[in-house]
């Protein structure tokens, strides 16, 4: 059972466009969301990342949407540039007492076109 | 700086033998885990532990040991490789204190099962 689901599965846009990455869950008592990015090579890095107490965290370029009623957030990214190409892995965990695990999606291949 | 450091970058194994993936990090992170990640699939929690307290998914339980003989360092280990453990393997680590929410991932270890 896929407890976090993300789309697409690939993205391609030109450069100045805005990504926009789709993420839903079903465990209603996740209440922490990080987006993790990935570069070739690299391990995943944390990007930005929302509690659902907010609908709505920026970070420069990055803009996180959270719906709780429906389950779902989004990652928007503005000015999409070549340097953005990467995958984009939606998290959730619960963070209430001492709860480690970090449930993970399958990821977005993003791709920015110049 | 935040370097989580995974050796080999690739490690090749034969079916039925033995496989051990090292991991070590500076940081002083009291806890590290470790993921499995396939191709289109999710990042899949394996293991993680916290200071010297090992905790496995009940799922892989059988499949995947681990220790951590400092704090720095931690190892995966696979008593009898099989095909299916074929994957990409992300060390991580998070920061002291409970419930501690940011992952810091190595580039991982590519093992391949022949």
């Known amino acids: 059972q896929q407890q976090v689901r993300q789309s697409p599965q690939s993205l391609t846009v030109w450069e100045g466009e805005t990504a926009i990455l789709n993420c839903s869950y079903e465990?209603?008592?996740?209440?922490?969301f990080p987006w993790y990015q990935q570069f070739p090579g690299e391990g995943p890095a944390l990007l930005i990342a929302i509690r659902s107490v907010s609908d709505k965290k920026e970070d420069g370029r990055f803009t996180i949407f959270f719906n709780k009623r429906e389950k779902k957030l989004s990652l928007h990214i503005t000015d999409s540039q070549p340097g953005d190409s990467a995958t984009y892995f939606c998290a959730a965990k619960y963070s209430g007492g001492s709860n480690y695990k970090l449930t993970f999606g399958k990821g977005t291949l993003l791709t920015v076109t110049p | 700086d935040t370097t989580v450091k995974q050796n080999p970058r690739y490690k090749l194994a034969r079916v039925g033998k033995p496989v051990n993936l090292i991991c070590s990090q500076t940081?002083?992170?009291?806890?590290m885990y470790w993921y499995q990640k396939k191709p289109n699939q999710a990042p899949k929690l394996l293991l993680f532990?916290?200071?010297?307290?090992?905790?496995r998914e009940a799922d892989t339980f059988e499949k995947f040991q681990s220790s951590r003989p400092n704090n720095s360092f931690c190892s995966l280990y696979i008593g009898s490789a099989g095909l299916e453990y074929s994957a990409m393997y992300l060390c991580a680590s998070s920061r002291p204190g409970l419930g501690a929410e940011t992952l810091y991932f190595g580039s991982g270890t590519r093992l391949t099962v022949l």
């Open positions: 940081m002083n992170h009291d806890t």
């Open positions: 532990y916290y200071d010297k307290i090992l905790n």
């Open positions: 465990n209603s008592a996740f209440d922490y």
